[in-house]
């Protein structure tokens, strides 16, 4: 336990020290943006200056002086409905994907019957669904959850299957022999067993998912931060169109956050050979 | 200590684990031939003896020992465990791997104890119970570890633990020190004779070690090359704990080796033979 403290205490030092050198790309990226939009060699609309993009940003979050008219303070909502549809598209993929894909690694016939079938429709971009999806599920949430699902699925499906195949054939053995059911052995031996296959999955699915729900409401729905992103492009508004851009890129980076600090809870047996390993 | 020993030479009187003609065909999936891993195996263990399976790497001996356990049958051939054909594993005959095999997610107590875990026993009845067998096999300190964070030695004394909570009739070894150094292998040796005499289990143990298998067993069956036969069945008659430098140890010694190197030579020139036609 000793050795767990000291490696995160200096882990977080080292993190500290580092700050300068990773500060100092980005804070030159965004004063020569700076500086060339205040140029004058394009027009200011074309290229809005971060110091604009902050600006409009504030004014969608906090209502400062609605220049951003109808979406004034609404950025909450905005993206409140664009979480919703990630999260919503992501548990249904989550729970499907790991229990099907525990079954087909599990149980031959199942294999046999249903994965040449899956994989037949995994090469299809999700994104070409999306008429599909709008006659199937019309112009709301259902569409883009729809179009998540199909992004989270096969990566989490593909990736439980391969970790039911790697798990340790001895290691049935030793539930075997002590006498476990083939319920007990799929709870309490494979799936966590196949945890962290599942959860390199997941990670995957994360990506596609914020993706999906953008280009979904770009499309299909009218509300989220995609939607906001296509409609300030109709009004020429690309301050507006760069701030929902980066709302999506932190709101995404917050996700498989939460995703890999989920992961490090339920593995923290991995965890601890990395301390282990590391240490003295 | 002289009880185990006692235990050890009345029980040779009555089969405990009975082989008989055992035949095993592999099917060699790339070749699409047939491989004879075992051919025509008879033995029979008495109950509380520690029969050392001793055999060249590939002479089907974990063979004979997944099939005592019921994880892999015979082609031709059985096997009875007490009067009982083996047609399944069993918590009756555990078995201790070559790799720990502990379950990783699992800190050391709930891998002790995961038979009690399947059996619905409470948490805290679970914890007692593991207690004790971890503190037979000097892990005491160590039940919240992760088995990542613990030694080989460790690790296969974990297997040790787990094994004995099931209190099976047999104790399986397959080559369990083959991974560990040579000081961690000799403790290791020395505890197991002493689990072996406090339990007065009845124990089979897989080695390629000439050296282990007179520090450990009562008996030795000595295995040829594949496909595997049982050559010579030795009985050792010399008290425990074992001097590996006395004497009659280096008698025994000389005649193991001695038949080893007959079998290699045997092996030779079949194959020469072989080669000629």
């Known amino acids: 336990m000793v050795t767990d403290g000291q490696a995160k205490s200096t882990g977080l030092f080292s993190a500290l020290s580092r700050q300068k050198e990773r500060i100092f790309v980005p804070l030159l990226l965004f004063a020569g943006w700076e500086a060339f939009s205040r140029s004058g060699y394009l027009p200011p609309s074309l290229l809005p200056a971060p110091s604009q993009v902050l600006w409009t940003w504030a004014d969608w979050l906090f209502t400062i002086d609605e220049s951003t008219q109808n979406n004034s303070g609404h950025w909450w909502i905005d993206a409140l409905a664009s979480a919703t549809r990630v999260l919503g598209g992501y548990a249904i993929a989550a729970v499907c994907g790991i229990s099907i894909g525990i079954a087909i690694g599990w149980w031959r016939w199942i294999e046999r019957t249903i994965e040449p079938t899956i994989q037949l429709l995994r090469p299809i971009p999700p994104v070409s669904w999306i008429p599909l999806a709008i006659i199937w599920f019309g112009i709301a949430n259902r569409p883009a959850i729809f179009l998540v699902f199909l992004g989270t699925f096969f990566p989490v499906l593909m990736n439980s299957i391969h970790g039911v195949k790697m798990t340790d054939r001895n290691l049935i053995r030793v539930a075997e022999m002590m006498g476990a059911s083939e319920r007990q052995l799929l709870w309490l031996v494979i799936l966590p067993a196949a945890l962290p296959s599942i959860f390199a999955g997941l990670r995957i699915g994360v990506g596609s998912a914020w993706m999906l729900t953008v280009t979904a409401e770009m499309v299909a729905v009218k509300s989220g931060l995609g939607y906001v992103l296509w409609d300030s492009y109709y009004f020429l508004r690309y301050d507006m169109v760069i701030a929902a851009m980066v709302s999506i890129g932190i709101l995404g980076f917050v996700t498989d956050l939460c995703v890999k600090r989920l992961m490090s809870v339920m593995l923290r047996w991995q965890t601890a050979s990395t301390l282990q390993g590391r240490g003295p | ?277």
């Open chain 2, 1 to 277: 200590m002289a009880n185990g020993l006692d235990t050890a030479g009345t029980g040779t009187l009555s089969a405990w684990i009975k082989v008989s003609g055992v035949r095993k065909l592999f099917r060699d999936g790339g070749r699409g031939v047939d491989v004879l891993a075992i051919d025509n195996v008879s033995l029979a263990v008495g109950q509380g003896e520690l029969l050392c399976l001793l055999g060249p790497s590939g002479c089907g001996k974990s063979t004979l020992l997944n099939m005592i356990a019921g994880f892999e049958f015979p082609t031709e051939g059985t096997i009875a465990v007490n009067g009982e054909l083996v047609t399944a594993p069993s918590a009756d005959r555990g078995m201790v791997f070559q790799q720990p095999t502990l379950m990783p997610w699992l800190p050391v107590w709930e891998n002790v104890a995961f038979r009690l875990r399947l059996k619905n026993v409470r948490k805290k009845q679970r914890r007692i119970e593991a207690q004790r067998y971890i503190d037979i096999v000097q892990l005491t300190g160590f039940e919240n570890h992760f088995p990542s964070q613990l030694s080989g030695g460790m690790a296969q004394r974990v297997g040790i633990a787990r094994v004995l909570l099931l209190s099976p009739r047999v104790i399986l070894m397959d080559e369990p020190f083959s991974s560990l150094d040579a000081q961690t292998k000799l403790e290791m040796q020395e505890e197991l004779v002493s689990i072996w005499q406090r339990f007065t289990a009845t124990i089979v143990f897989v080695t390629h070690s000439v050296e282990e298998a007179l520090i450990l067993g009562t008996n030795i069956a000595v295995m040829t090359r594949r496909p595997g036969r049982i050559r010579e069945l030795i009985k050792v008659d010399i008290p425990y704990p074992r001097d590996s430098t006395s004497p009659p140890f280096n008698d025994l010694k000389r005649h193991i080796l001695s038949l080893i190197r007959e079998e290699s030579r045997l092996a030779r020139d079949i194959a020469n033979d072989t080669s000629e036609v």
